[in-house]
């Protein structure tokens, strides 16, 4: 994912499956991590009263989370490391959920537990794991590379389970037990040495238990003298002296243990599978004491278990649970005993530090504390958990909302299609749904914003295609969707009649895919069924025939490739098995299974025959998912397909689309029809497209001119007559008058060849052409302006925190931005797979936040200090508002938004910068010239760099390049203090809005004067471009008689500011344009802006 | 739209019925049956501490190759190790014959069937932990179950088919080339490794390139089989494989093993596809 795409979650009523696979608290007692079955871990907020409230959701595992651990000491850095089923492993920050490190190894790990010994090792420590492999691993904590391994000399086998034993008194030992019930120990602190310079390392000693099925060991850390083993159907407890059994307790009526902890001398809690736990006393007799005993044998008759207390679940139904139990000694800390369920139910139960029984002996039983589920979060914040589309389903059949169960985007029409359970589909205006839902007093917007109802599924919609947006041979028109009962219905999204429906008799439809542009048939490309009953069908829209039934396939299909050449459809089933179909004649051409099927499969990638591959999951029901990573081979086998296809469906529209600044990403679950859209709001596109110089103007100077130039006056001439006539009702003989002048000014290209002397500029000319070549020029797209500019309001209200101070009112009257219903769900990447998204409630996981502060969306106390401190460091410019000054509010509004928009386009550039970058940019900011010397290493400068001097045009005024400075500063210092990039946004939206609307406050609305001045300003200035164009142009043949290298010389520093003027006027035609689309200003304002646009033509 | 409502009504009832059918008897019905030929499966293996106790017992697998006679091979396995072998060699050169035998006091651990193995053991513990006594509530806990019991049957069966793909310097640094008595010369490798049902021993005979050759050295990647030709570096020497030699001799209870596998995991899909017809279903509860 781009580093400037901002993302922003719409929860549905119901909140996404979470299955607990893994389950810790955090040695703060603050946080409570779980991994699930789908693969996404959760944050849990614990407060200090032992409530538990959702707060996170992270993404990243495309399987199944397997084990959860500590990855560094949690004091100093809040990291943990979660591995999941395929082998992938992360290294997470808890504190603002994001992802430091990641691997994929060849290893499945069960169990990992961190190891460091602060004075014989360097860097971060060990994980010590163990899994479905030999022995144990160990991995460094901070790289996830592969350090060494413990090596059994006797019986290597898979590890179940192991702990440390740290104590004072004994060397630092590994205690494991393997799958075969073999007990094996390891000195930890001795071998440091020998595992660094990579000597294998052999068990210390080992032992054989005699029970299979070892959940957990544990060492008595109180008496040091104990060792307690669960077994899944009994429990053990040895003399860690010589391994000598002391007690056995079998498992009654066909309990399972699940594991167990000692939670003081002699005091141990075992628990069960099905969320059970007993806390047992193990009582000595006098014997020990008088005869010790030589051999183990007169020992074990002297230990025996009594129950004090137990503790049970009302519903223990679903299997199995996973627990833990946190023994912290520390006050405030709790002793914590914790399960997780496949339900996703967390429970908490608070121990007692000296459990005991009722005074008749019989065991007590320990109430529960506290328990919580993510829908407990969802129900409490339901304004918040509103899927995209609940109003306008609402407003279908008055009562209840359907469940969404397929949705769509199509980006191109910015149109969302949503297929509901009860098998309408609607179709909406993705930015005007979002808004509806979003904001507050959205009701004009929900009632201005059409939306078309498809009536024609009679069962709930399982999959939706949009042909043309995957080739845009085919109709735009064109709709697919497929429904439980196994008919596809093909529509025309425009007049919303079918076209045709197709009755596949074959199971719901789990996904419609399309054949690759280069495999045709009959002319066209073909779509694809993929169907529960294993079945796959083949149709031809033109033909609106059915062309093949591949009904033969045993197992789910999970890949689909295409021979162009033969006519073959090559199907992959999870079984590994490959049936190849011919299909003119719909046979069975080949079935091949094993080794043949994967030469098979991995052949099409080689020959390139196959363009592009769609390998689906469909196992069972669970809906479309094209994912284009998961042919990726695992060592081990198949890869369980992916729970939420967020990530890869990330990098697919990053690869496929050009980037727009809005974008709606559908996204779908495992084992649930629940799905959830993520807006994306692309920050630096937004901003190049509301701010569109220098990058695109100085650029296509500098490619071909002739052709450049013509196509960019009839964009404009189009722009022009697009938004004058949105404006005709205003002002009518007006616009009809500005509409001719871009035609009379069109010869004018003509006379372009008067010479300029420049020579003083042109060194510089050429400088700012180099930055523009580098500037990746995104080719400038026809993009509605007035939808870019709801877009940028939109992603306004997502970051300002609102109700914080009295300037709500006046941003809703100035900026024209409507209020947030509640708090957003803001999403988070770590990088370009790692993705974590708020969960509703977030928002009062910061107790101290709720008890002073009525607010919402305020991202967290932090921001407002910040906030303070980037006012303080504001050049003190009060009364001169940022932007141009201009008589028309609107302008200035639109004025406004573009310069906030680029401010928070700045800051997050900053924030995200790495930080070599980061310390040169500290340094020397100011010189322009080193910046140029710097812009061959890294484009973020340069960007960043552009932006600025953008900024300062966007002032219009010469102030002083220090008070920037000291801000960038500021930034680069808070990424230093490790402040969130959201959070540093949304302090410096902040602190600009609050600032901008002071001045407002403070300077009535006499802007009449000023205007004019700036008008005529305008007029004088207006030459300079055409000055500044012709030095372009002699610039490019100084170009291309010059080697491209220029040597930057000091002389530059003096006419920087010239520069930034000229760019300045270059850039405000077009900004003119997108503000005139707005809202049609006064009549002076229009000439103005006829004048101002030739310029910009010539 | 009336009508369809109502035809369903009655439809649905028996689809209720049925579903909870399907969770309460059906389920157990199926995984009763997974359990019983898993644990079939298992005793291939010969699973320690399940049933019988003491050392497994030992096979004799006399390995040859329906063309050449110049490997013979009698390997001896126990449970999932190697405890004995004789390896007979005759160089083609001078006809001289080899011998190995591995050394007494050593095994060789299979990781392959070992992995199988306790992939096996593994879905075993998923089933018998839902037992008649544990009631299904949701369709989706089924497919739960199955997904995780078919990865572990997938895994175990992959472990079967797919060897390890070694590079020669990896097969050269294994523990295996140490374990023959005498030690091997050091123009010989061997490897050993299960292929589907069989026990495959492979010999790699090398020699060293001159340092000087004019031959253009490019290390071979990792492969199940190396062919004559490949070259490694190994030490400060660069070698190439001159001749190799595999001999292979099936494993019967291997054989049964897989075919169990394949009907488990077919079982497990059709199991799963029942549960699939009451899609619709998803979060309905009967209880």
């Known amino acids: 994912m781009r580093t400037s795409l901002q993302a922003v979650a719409l929860w549905g009523q119901k909140a996404p499956p979470h299955s607990i696979t893994a389950i810790m608290i955090t040695d703060d007692q603050r946080m409570i991590v779980t991994g699930s079955q789908e693969g996404q871990l959760c944050l849990w907020n614990l407060s200090h009263e032992l409530k538990i ?10 399987a199944s989370v397997t084990c959860l651990a500590r990855a560094r000491d949690f004091s100093k850095q809040p990291y943990i490391v979660s591995a999941a089923e395929n082998g992938e492993m992360c290294v997470w920050n808890v504190t603002n959920g994001q992802c430091v490190e990641k691997a994929t190894l060849p290893y499945r790990h069960t169990a990992i537990c961190y190891y460091h010994c602060s004075f014989r090792m360097t860097g971060e420590g060990w994980l010590l794991c163990c899994g479905e492999y030999q022995d144990v691993l160990i991995i460094d904590a901070k790289t996830l590379a592969v350090v060494h391994s413990f090596r059994s000399s006797q019986f290597p086998d898979w590890i179940n389970c192991m702990c440390i034993v740290h104590s004072m008194r004994i060397q630092d030992s590994l205690l494991v037990v393997s799958v ?44 040091e003298r104990l060792l307690l083993v669960v077994f899944s159907k009994c429990w053990k407890v040895y003399d860690y002296c010589d391994f000598s059994l002391l007690l056995t307790e079998v498992s009654r009526n066909g309990q399972f243990f699940a594991g167990g902890e000692v939670i003081a001398a002699h005091r141990i809690l075992i628990w069960t599978e099905d969320g059970h736990s007993y806390i047992y006393q193990l009582l000595n007799s006098g014997l020990s004491k008088s005869i010790y005993p030589a051999d183990g044998r007169v ?65 007590r039983e320990i109430p529960v504390t506290a328990t919580w589920t993510l829908q407990d979060n969802f129900d409490k914040h339901d304004t918040v958990s509103q899927s995209i589309i609940d109003y306008f389903s609402g407003l279908k059949d008055g009562a209840g909302t359907a469940v969404v169960t397929s949705s769509e985007y199509i980006p191109s029409l910015d149109k969302l299609i949503c297929g509901c359970e009860d098998g309408t589909i609607i179709i909406t205006q993705a930015l005007n749904a979002a808004k509806a839902r979003l904001l507050e007093g959205g009701s004009l917007v929900k009632d201005s914003s059409p939306h078309k109802v498809l009536k024609g599924h009679h069962q709930s919609v399982t999959s939706l295609l949009y042909p043309h947006g995957l080739s845009s041979k085919l109709d735009q028109s064109w709709m697919l969707s497929g429904d439980l009962d196994s008919c596809v219905i093909l529509w025309d999204i ?42 796959v069908a083949l149709l031809h829209l033109e033909g609106r025939s059915c062309l093949l039934r591949a009904r033969k396939h045993l197992f789910p299909v999970k890949m689909i490739k295409w021979h162009p050449v033969e006519n073959f459809l090559i199907v992959g089933c999870a079984d590994d098995s490959v049936y190849i179909w011919e299909i003119e004649t719909g046979t069975l051409e080949r079935h091949e299974t094993g080794e043949r099927a994967r030469i098979i499969l991995n052949c099409c990638d080689d020959s390139q025959l196959v363009k592009s591959v769609f390998p689906i999951a469909s196992e069972t029901l669970k809906h479309k998912s094209i994912e284009q990573r998961s042919s990726s081979p695992y060592q081990l086998g198949p890869l369980p397909c992916p729970g939420l296809q967020v990530e890869s469906s990330c990098k697919v529209i990053d690869a496929k689309f050009c980037p727009r600044p809005f974008n709606v990403l559908p996204v779908k679950t495992k084992w649930s029809n629940v799905g959830f859209h993520i807006l994306l709001f692309d920050l630096e596109n937004l901003v190049e497209l509301l701010l569109p110089t220098p ?9 071909f001119y002739g052709g450049e130039v013509l196509r960019r006056a009839k964009s404009t001439v189009e722009k022009k007559t697009l938004t004058l006539r949105k404006s005709k009702t205003a002002c009518g003989p007006l616009s009809a008058e500005a509409l001719a002048k871009p035609i009379t000014e069109s010869p004018a290209q003509g006379d372009n060849t008067i010479k300029f002397s420049a020579e003083n500029d042109g060194i510089k000319r050429q400088k700012k052409m180099k930055i523009s070549k580098k500037m990746q020029p995104k080719p400038s797209r026809k993009v509605d302006a007035s939808l870019t500019i709801d877009t940028a309001k939109l992603f306004l209200s997502c970051l300002l925190p ?68 980037y006012t303080a460091t504001l050049p003190n410019q009060v009364g001169i508002p940022r932007g141009l000054e201009n008589n028309c509010d609107s302008l200035q509004e639109s004025d406004t938004i573009v310069y906030l928009l680029s401010r928070l386009f700045l800051v997050n550039k900053l924030v995200n910068m790495p930080l070599e970058l980061a310390c040169r940019v500290g340094s020397s900011f100011r010189m322009e010239c080193v910046h140029n010397k710097v812009r061959s290493a890294g484009n973020d400068i340069l960007n960043m760099s552009s932006f600025y001097s953008c900024l300062r045009n966007g002032k219009n005024e010469s102030h002083v390049p220090e008070a920037d400075l000291s801000l960038l500063k500021l930034i680069s210092c808070w990424r230093d203090q490790s402040v969130q990039v959201t959070e540093a946004i949304q302090a410096v939206l902040w602190a600009e809005v609050q600032q901008h609307m002071k ?21 004088m200035k207006q030459m300079l471009p055409k000055l500044e164009w012709t030095e372009e142009l002699e610039l490019q043949c100084i170009r291309n008689t010059l080697p491209l290298q220029t040597p930057v010389s000091p002389v530059k520093h003096d006419s920087n500011l010239n520069s930034a003027n000229i760019q300045d006027m270059e850039d405000m035609p077009d900004r003119c344009v997108l503000e005139e689309s707005e809202s049609p200003g006064e009549p002076r304002h229009h000439s103005w802006i006829a004048k101002v646009c030739p310029c910009k033509v010539s | 739209m009336a009508t369809v409502m109502a035809a369903t009504a009655a439809e649905r009832a028996v689809l209720e019925e049925e579903f909870r059918w399907l969770l309460h008897d059906e389920v157990h019905a199926v995984l009763k049956q997974l359990q019983d030929i898993l644990k079939e499966a298992s005793l291939r293996f010969t699973l320690p501490g399940s049933g019988t106790e003491g050392p497994a017992k030992q096979e004799n697998f006399i390995l040859g190759s329906c063309g050449t006679d110049q490997v013979k091979g009698v390997l001896t396995l126990q449970g999932d190790a190697l405890s004995q072998a004789d390896v007979n060699l005759k160089m083609p050169r001078n006809n001289q014959l080899l011998h190995f035998t591995f050394r007494e006091d050593k095994q060789w651990k299979l990781q392959q069937i070992q992995d199988a193995r306790n992939h096996v053991s593994q879905a075993i513990y998923l089933l018998i932990s839902r037992d008649e006594s544990y009631q299904f509530k949701t369709g989706a806990e089924v497919l739960k179950l199955m997904d995780a019991v078919m990865l572990q049957l997938t895994r175990a069966r992959n472990r079967l088919t797919t060897p390890a793909t070694l590079t020669l310097p990896e097969i050269a640094a294994s523990g295996l080339t140490r374990m023959f008595a005498p030690a091997l010369p050091s123009d010989l490798l061997v490897n050993v490794y299960i292929n589907l049902n069989k026990l495959c021993l492979t010999v790699y005979q090398l020699h060293a390139l001159q340092p000087n050759s004019t ?58 596809d029942k549960i699939s017809v009451f899609s619709s279903y998803w979060s309905y509860r009967p209880f």
């Open chain 1, 695 to 703: 990058l695109s103007d100085v650029d296509s100077s500098s490619s």
């Open chain 1, 999 to 1019: 001045s407002l406050g403070k300077i009535p609305v006499n802007s009449q004067p000023v205007s004019m001045a700036e008008n005529g300003n305008c007029e």
């Open chain 1, 494 to 535: 425009f007049t919303e009649e079918i076209l045709h429906k197709f009755f596949l008799e074959a199971g719901p439809v789990t996904s419609l895919l399309m054949s690759p542009e280069k495999f045709k048939l009959r002319g066209a490309q073909i779509i694809c069924c993929v169907c529960s009953d294993h079945s």
């Open chain 1, 53 to 62: 409230s959702a707060k996170e959701l992270l993404f990243g595992h495309s």
């Open chain 2, 215 to 272: 031959k253009n050295f490019r290390p071979a990647g990792g492969a199940v089989l190396h062919s004559p030709g490949a070259m490694f570096e190994w030490g400060s020497q660069r070698l190439e494989v001159s001749h190799v030699h595999k001999v292979e001799c099936v494993i019967p209870w291997l054989n049964d093993a897989l075919v169990y596998f394949t009907v488990s995991l077919q079982l497990c899909q059709q199991l799963k």
């Open chain 1, 802 to 869: 609102w109700g914080v101070d009295d300037l709500d009112y006046l941003c809703i009257k100035h900026l024209n931005i409507l209020k947030l219903q509640g708090p957003i769900s803001l999403g988070f990447a770590s990088n370009e797979d790692n993705f974590s998204l708020m969960l509703p409630g977030w928002d009062l996981c910061n107790t101290e936040m709720i008890k002073d502060y009525s607010g919402v969306n305020l991202f967290s106390r932090k921001v407002l200090d910040l906030s303070d401190k």
């Open chain 1, 180 to 223: 075969a019930g073999e007990l094996k120990v390891w000195d930890l602190s001795s071998s440091i040495n020998s595992i660094q310079e990579k000597q294998d390392v052999y068990e210390k000693e080992s032992k054989f238990l005699e029970s299979l099925n070892c959940q957990t060991i544990r060492f008595c850390t109180y008496t």
């Open chain 1, 299 to 363: 020992l074990k008759e002297t230990i025996y278990p009594h129950l004090l207390c137990s503790t049970s679940v009302q519903e223990n139904k679903n299997r199995p649970f996973v627990m833990g139990y946190m023994n912290e000694r520390k006050e405030p800390f709790y002793k914590v005993l914790f399960s997780g369920e496949v339900s996703g139910r967390i429970t908490l139960w608070h121990i007692p530090d000296v459990p005991v029984s009722k005074f008749d002996g019989s065991p």
